[in-house]
């Protein structure tokens, strides 16, 4: 089966400081994405970054970048200069092929990140 | 402002009753999406759609139905056969399958 781990249920940082929420996934596609996705207490998901897994470069958004590490299957993400209005869940996320041809998004349960002042 | 709409934000069930979530998109996006959230819980796939009058079963389709007449559309009705509705209802699109899914505000069901 198709899994996405994320063994951080909660992660806390102070304001301005940097924290990295970690992830991974099985798969034996050779070709895939993976998603980091946000959902602030409003709950709306919102997109943080994806990467492809046929780039070696790591993908980065201003303060967010990932660490892709494709042979140990690990998807981590950095905030950078934490803001207080990064504190939300944090979804991984990883889209497989399914039976019937088309793909979906498989997501873990989630990281609760608090940002302290 | 183009994006994805859902309604209601809130939605009550009496027990028997068969309630529909609505989802609409003006992005033109081909493939549409239903998911629910459970506390403590990632998302899990309801349905989802990759084009109009088509779609297939996700993860969790049992107890739910939906339809896809309209691009723009795909609601999803939680039937009397799901027998525990209450959760938090997620709807997403995307250009197609292979593209980045975007979300809704999302909907939460409970059940009187």
């Known amino acids: 089966a198709q899994t996405v781990t994320q063994s951080q249920p909660e992660m806390s940082v102070q304001e301005a400081e940097t924290v990295t929420l970690s992830c991974t996934y099985d798969?034996?596609?050779?070709?895939?994405?993976l998603f980091w996705y946000k959902q602030p207490p409003s709950r709306q998901m919102i997109l943080v970054i994806r990467?492809?897994?046929?780039?070696?470069q790591n993908a980065t958004e201003n303060r967010f970048s990932v660490n892709f590490q494709k042979a140990a299957k690990s998807f981590s993400l950095k905030i950078s200069d934490s803001q207080l209005g990064d504190a939300a869940m944090y979804f991984c996320a990883y889209r497989i092929l399914t039976q019937g041809g088309s793909e979906k998004l498989v997501f873990g349960k989630g990281t609760k990140l608090t940002v302290n002042p | 402002d183009g994006g994805i709409t859902q309604s209601p934000k809130y939605l009550f069930r009496k027990e028997g009753q068969n309630v529909t979530l609505s989802c609409e998109q003006n992005?033109?996006?081909?493939?549409m999406y239903w998911y629910r959230q459970d506390p403590g819980q990632g998302l899990r796939l309801i349905y989802y759609s990759q084009i109009v009058n088509d779609f297939q079963k996700g993860d969790i389709a049992e107890g739910y139905s939906v339809s896809r007449e309209k691009k723009e559309s795909f609601p999803l009705t939680v039937t009397s056969a799901q027998k525990n509705p209450t959760a938090f209802y997620l709807c997403?699109?995307?250009?197609?399958?292979?593209?980045?899914?975007?979300f809704g505000p999302g909907t939460r069901l409970l059940v009187l």
């Open positions: 990467q492809e897994a046929y780039k070696q």
């Open positions: 997403a699109s995307s250009i197609d399958d292979q593209e980045t899914q975007y």
């Open positions: 992005l033109n996006h081909d493939a």
């Open positions: 798969t034996s596609e050779s070709d895939y994405y």
